[in-house]
C-alpha cells in the first residue's frame, strides 16, 4: 500500500514536470505506467477512465485522480480516495510551484527571441505526444465500425462547429446503450 | 504636462475591478465544476478578463504564455498566475484548490461508481459511444496542435520522430523531451536576419 502510494507520487509528479503543451501529453506514460509496468489496470479500464474524466465536470486531465484510485482499491475504500489525492497532488502540485516562481522572471524574458525559439521548438513535440496519446485512445476505443463513426462524427464536429463536448458524449452515450448492447 | 500616468490606462480600462478573496474562491469553483475536456483556457479569459474584468489583456495573455510554455495542466498554471497576481502567494492556492476539491469529490464518485457497480450493469454500453467522442476529442487535438505548430518540413519530421520514440520505442515522455528538445531548439534557434527555408 504504502509502495503504491510512493510509486503514484513518484510517477505523477516526474510527469507533471514533463507535461510540456498540457497534460494530455503524458498520456502515453501514464497509460505505460498504469498497465504495463505496475499492472494497476488493464488497457480496456485505462481508456474507460479517461473517458469518464473527460465526461465529468472538471479539468480534463482528471484521469490521474482515477488512476490513483484504482492503484489503490484492492486496499479498500479510504485508501483508493488516499490514492486518488496523493496522485492528484502530485501531477498538479509540482507544476504550479513551478508557474509560481517562474511567473517572477517571465516578465525579464519578454524581449529575448529564445522565448518565441523555445516555443516553437515545444510545440511540435507536444503535437507528437498527443498523437501517441491519441492512438493508444483509439486502439481501445474504436474497435467496431459504429464507433469508428462516432469518433469521426466527433473529430469533424470538434473541427468545424462549437458543439459542446460534453453534449457530443451524452449523445453517442445514448445511441451506443440504445443499439450497442 | 500632465506627469501622473493613470494608473489604468484608456478609458474602458478603468472599469477594472479587483475581486475579494471570497469571490476569487468562488469564481474558480465555477470554473472547476463547468469545464469540461478542452478549450479551458479561453473559456478562463473570457470570464476573467471579458465578463468579470479583473485582469485586462495585457496582464492575462503573458500569464497564458508562461503556462503554455512551462511543463504542467494549463488550467492548474493558470490558476495560480491569476490568483498570484490578484491576491498574492495565498491567491495561488486559494484558485488553485478551488478549481479542484469539486472535481476530486465527483471524479472519485464516479470511479466508485464504475468500480463497484458498473462494470457488470448494462449502463456500462454507454462507455463505448463516450470513449468513442473522447477518441475523437483527442484526434481534434492533434488537428489543432498541428495547426499551430508546423511551421515546415522539418516540424513535421520532429511530430513525427517524437510519435515515434513513444509508439515503437516505447520510451517515457520525460525521456523523449530530453532526446528531442535539443533537437527542436537548435532547429528553432533564433537566427539572425534569416528566414527559415526547408532543405
Given at each position: 500500500m504504502?509502495r503504491?502510494?510512493?510509486?503514484?507520487a513518484?510517477?505523477f509528479s516526474?510527469?507533471?514536470?514533463?507535461a510540456?503543451g498540457g497534460?494530455?501529453?503524458?498520456?502515453?506514460?501514464?497509460h505505460q505506467?498504469a498497465?504495463?509496468?505496475?499492472?494497476?489496470?488493464?488497457d480496456?479500464?485505462?481508456v474507460d477512465?479517461?473517458?469518464?474524466?473527460?465526461?465529468?465536470?472538471g479539468?480534463s486531465m482528471m484521469?490521474v485522480?482515477?488512476v490513483?484510485?484504482k492503484?489503490?482499491l484492492?486496499?479498500?475504500?479510504?485508501a483508493?480516495?488516499?490514492g486518488?489525492l496523493?496522485a492528484?497532488?502530485?501531477?498538479?502540485v509540482?507544476?504550479s510551484?513551478?508557474?509560481?516562481?517562474?511567473?517572477n522572471w517571465?516578465?525579464?524574458w519578454?524581449?529575448?527571441?529564445w522565448?518565441?525559439?523555445?516555443m516553437?521548438a515545444?510545440?511540435?513535440?507536444?503535437?507528437?505526444?498527443?498523437?501517441?496519446?491519441?492512438w493508444i485512445?483509439?486502439?481501445t476505443s474504436?474497435?467496431?465500425?459504429?464507433?469508428?463513426?462516432?469518433?469521426?462524427?466527433?473529430l469533424?464536429?470538434?473541427?468545424?462547429?462549437k458543439?459542446?463536448?460534453?453534449l457530443?458524449?451524452?449523445v453517442?452515450?445514448?445511441?451506443?446503450?440504445g443499439?450497442l448492447? | 504636462?500632465?506627469?501622473?500616468?493613470p494608473?489604468?490606462?484608456?478609458p474602458?480600462?478603468?472599469?477594472?475591478?479587483r475581486?475579494?478573496m471570497?469571490?476569487l474562491?468562488?469564481?474558480?469553483?465555477?470554473?472547476?465544476?463547468?469545464s469540461?475536456?478542452g478549450g479551458?483556457?479561453?473559456?478562463?479569459?473570457?470570464?476573467?478578463?471579458?465578463?468579470?474584468?479583473?485582469l485586462?489583456?495585457?496582464?492575462f495573455?503573458?500569464?497564458?504564455g508562461?503556462?503554455q510554455l512551462?511543463?504542467?495542466?494549463?488550467?492548474?498554471?493558470?490558476?495560480?498566475?491569476i490568483?498570484?497576481?490578484?491576491?498574492g502567494?495565498l491567491?495561488?492556492?486559494?484558485?488553485l484548490?478551488?478549481?479542484?476539491i469539486?472535481p476530486?469529490?465527483t471524479t472519485?464518485?464516479?470511479?466508485?461508481?464504475?468500480?463497484h457497480?458498473?462494470?457488470?450493469?448494462?449502463?456500462m454500453?454507454?462507455?463505448?459511444?463516450i470513449?468513442?467522442?473522447a477518441?475523437g476529442?483527442?484526434a481534434?487535438?492533434v488537428?489543432?496542435?498541428g495547426?499551430?505548430?508546423?511551421k515546415?518540413?522539418f516540424?513535421?519530421i520532429l511530430?513525427l520522430?517524437t510519435?515515434?520514440?513513444?509508439?515503437?520505442?516505447h520510451?517515457h515522455v520525460?525521456?523523449?523531451i530530453?532526446i528531442?528538445?535539443p533537437?527542436?531548439?537548435?532547429?528553432?534557434r533564433?537566427?539572425?536576419?534569416?528566414?527559415?527555408?526547408?532543405?
Amino acid at each position: 500500500m504504502n509502495r503504491v502510494l510512493l510509486q503514484l507520487a513518484g510517477l505523477f509528479s516526474a510527469l507533471s514536470l514533463s507535461a510540456f503543451g498540457g497534460g494530455k501529453v503524458v498520456l502515453p506514460s501514464m497509460h505505460q505506467a498504469a498497465c504495463g509496468e505496475y499492472h494497476w489496470m488493464s488497457d480496456q479500464q485505462f481508456v474507460d477512465l479517461f473517458s469518464i474524466s473527460m465526461a465529468a465536470p472538471g479539468p480534463s486531465m482528471m484521469v490521474v485522480t482515477l488512476v490513483g484510485l484504482k492503484a489503490c482499491l484492492p486496499y479498500g475504500t479510504a485508501a483508493a480516495i488516499l490514492g486518488a489525492l496523493v496522485a492528484t497532488l502530485a501531477m498538479f502540485v509540482p507544476s504550479s510551484v513551478l508557474v509560481y516562481y517562474a511567473g517572477n522572471w517571465w516578465d525579464h524574458w519578454k524581449e529575448s527571441p529564445w522565448r518565441h525559439a523555445v516555443m516553437d521548438a515545444i510545440m511540435p513535440i507536444s503535437t507528437g505526444l498527443i498523437l501517441a496519446a491519441t492512438w493508444i485512445i483509439a486502439k481501445t476505443s474504436i474497435h467496431s465500425v459504429p464507433t469508428a463513426i462516432m469518433g469521426l462524427i466527433a473529430l469533424f464536429l470538434m473541427l468545424f462547429t462549437k458543439i459542446n463536448p460534453v453534449l457530443m458524449m451524452a449523445v453517442a452515450g445514448a445511441i451506443s446503450w440504445g443499439f450497442l448492447r | 504636462m500632465e506627469r501622473n500616468t493613470p494608473p489604468d490606462s484608456g478609458p474602458e480600462a478603468g472599469a477594472l475591478v479587483r475581486p475579494s478573496m471570497l469571490e476569487l474562491a468562488g469564481l474558480f469553483v465555477f470554473i472547476g465544476l463547468t469545464s469540461f475536456g478542452g478549450g479551458i483556457t479561453a473559456y478562463i479569459r473570457r470570464l476573467v478578463v471579458t465578463q468579470k474584468r479583473w485582469l485586462t489583456d495585457e496582464e492575462f495573455l503573458p500569464g497564458l504564455g508562461l503556462v503554455q510554455l512551462l511543463p504542467g495542466a494549463n488550467v492548474a498554471g493558470l490558476a495560480v498566475y491569476i490568483g498570484n497576481h490578484l491576491k498574492g502567494p495565498l491567491g495561488s492556492a486559494v484558485a488553485l484548490s478551488c478549481l479542484f476539491i469539486p472535481p476530486f469529490v465527483t471524479t472519485c464518485a464516479l470511479g466508485f461508481l464504475y468500480f463497484h457497480a458498473g462494470q457488470k450493469a448494462d449502463g456500462m454500453a454507454m462507455l463505448a459511444g463516450i470513449t468513442a467522442v473522447a477518441c475523437g476529442l483527442m484526434a481534434s487535438m492533434v488537428f489543432e496542435a498541428g495547426q499551430k505548430s508546423i511551421k515546415g518540413v522539418f516540424d513535421i519530421i520532429l511530430i513525427l520522430i517524437t510519435f515515434a520514440l513513444v509508439r515503437f520505442a516505447h520510451l517515457h515522455v520525460p525521456v523523449v523531451i530530453l532526446i528531442m528538445a535539443p533537437l527542436a531548439l537548435w532547429w528553432h534557434r533564433p537566427r539572425k536576419n534569416s528566414t527559415k527555408e526547408d532543405a
